[in-house]
């Protein structure tokens, strides 16, 4: 790896009174997959929640909640926050309350992680389970179909990641203790198909991101996972006895966001020491000739990158950070490039993806505005 790639300087100071001890106490929503869908052409958005005319349009989480999530497909946005509550966006249209939150009984708990495809979403809970959200059927009242093999075994766990393959049919989902299991969403009353087994030297340790592998033909034969200090683990799906492949992320705490190129020759995570990190992944069916290494990376943030994002038609990554910052990064140059950056204020943000006609997503959590989603046209 060029060392140059590592002069790319943060610009922003760490949030005052934050700390790692003050993260792992609150047990937040570590790690994201980030939706790479394809973006329009560069042109001025529609109104609605894509509307620029004003500097942004939010979707707000009522102002006292943080957004904890923000998940992108076929133009629909879901965000999560810290009470489990869901809002949703489309292009061209107000945001609206998705009258659906994650919750047990009418009990609302904090809705880690939220991943949407086609009509269906999932959110991820403090609770140890995963609810299974309809988009066509917003009614609270609705039954909620959940998946909670997460909570055999008399074992108290918190999931802190769910992901859908692109047609819905499959879902994985992780846990603070580091289980992962593969599920049928269709029929989540039944048992988990496959629990992956970190190595037995490994201690355990919290999977704070999950990202699919592009398939070939229909289904997603691999996919990634951040595990405990610093590790990504590549997965055969066939094969759940161990990892295939592990990436280090040295010297980072812990591992969070992962975002998977559209052509799956590539991926993005983002670590605890404040980096992004690019990978080379051309070759992911014949581990053999990966490298632990990463091929390039970014000393870009004063704190901790909660997620990450890439663009789908441009050789460009987003990355979400506790010290303040969203920031945009041309990772094709050499040293790689930081293009754009915006501030959603001193509590950062903890989620980001790209969005149509060339915008990035992210979510805000500012003193006195807290809970917002914000839409931002890219200037590269």
């Not at 140890?128 to 066509?136: E, M, Q, S, Y």
């Not at 059927?137 to 802190?160: C, D, I, M, Q, Y």
């Not at 992901?163 to 879902?171: E, S, V």
Request: aromatic residues 8%; neutral net charge.
């Amino acid at each position: 790896m060029d060392e140059s790639y590592d002069k790319a300087q943060p610009v922003s100071s760490m949030a005052p009174g934050v700390t790692r001890r003050d993260f792992i106490q609150a047990g937040a929503a570590a790690g994201a997959l980030a939706f790479l869908l394809p973006t329009g052409c560069r042109h001025k958005a529609a109104s609605g929640p894509f509307d620029h005319s004003g500097g942004h349009v939010d979707a707000t989480h009522g102002g006292k909640k943080r957004a904890t999530c923000v998940a992108l497909a076929n133009g629909t946005i879901v965000t999560s926050d810290d009470n489990g509550r869901l809002i949703v966006s489309k292009a061209g249209a107000p945001a609206t309350q998705f009258d659906k939150v994650h919750s047990v009984s009418g009990t609302a708990f904090k809705a880690a992680y939220v991943a949407v495809a086609g009509k269906r979403v999932l959110t991820a809970g403090y609770d140890g389970i995963v609810n299974i959200h309809d988009l066509t059927n917003s009614h609270l009242g609705a039954k909620t179909p959940t998946f909670k093999g997460h909570r055999s075994g008399g074992r108290k766990r918190e999931v802190w990641v769910a992901i859908l393959t692109p047609d819905g049919k499959k879902a994985l989902s992780a846990t603070n203790d580091g289980q992962i299991l593969l599920w049928d969403p269709d029929h989540p009353d039944q048992p988990a198909s496959k629990d992956f087994k970190h190595p037995a030297t490994s201690p355990a340790g919290p999977v704070g991101g999950l990202a699919f592998l592009p398939p070939d033909s229909d289904a997603p034969t691999h996919f990634l996972s951040t595990y405990s200090h610093g590790d990504i683990h590549l997965w055969d799906i066939a094969d759940a006895s161990r990892p295939i492949h592990t990436f280090s992320h040295n010297n980072s705490f812990a591992v969070n966001g992962l975002a998977v190129s559209k052509g799956g020759d590539q991926f993005v995570s983002g670590g605890f020491d404040g980096t992004i990190r690019v990978w080379s992944i051309a070759d992911f069916k014949n581990p053999g000739k990966l490298q632990r290494k990463e091929e390039k990376k970014i000393r870009g943030h004063s704190n901790w990158v909660w997620r990450v994002a890439l663009s789908p038609d441009a050789p460009l990554a987003a990355s979400a950070s506790e010290d303040g910052s969203v920031r945009v990064w041309d990772i094709s140059g050499d040293p790689i490039r930081k293009v754009d950056e915006h501030n959603p204020g001193p509590g950062g943000s903890m989620g980001v993806v790209f969005g149509p006609q060339n915008t990035i997503i992210f979510t805000r959590d500012e003193i006195t505005k807290s809970g917002l989603v914000t839409t931002e046209q890219v200037k590269w």
